[in-house]
């Protein structure tokens, strides 16, 4: 049971970082963002697409290194 505990433990701190981390990147790209909702909405569409960008760069990373071994 404290083997269990332990994993919701740490998969509740590993999510929550992942969503500060985004909460923050979000403030920061609206922070300069004193236009109208298209620039807003712009602003959010960009920062989606670099996550994206990264994520899909990150899963390619690990398959060529499992790939590899």
Do not use: P
């Amino acid at each position: 049971m404290e083997f269990y505990y332990c994993i919701c433990l740490l998969l509740f701190v590993y999510f929550k970082c992942r969503v500060e981390y985004a909460h923050w990147a979000l403030k920061k790209v609206l922070q300069n963002s004193l236009g109208d909702l298209c620039s807003v909405w712009d602003a959010m569409n960009n920062m989606i697409m670099l996550q994206h960008t990264e994520i899909k760069a990150s899963f390619k990373t690990s398959t060529y290194v499992v790939g590899h071994i």
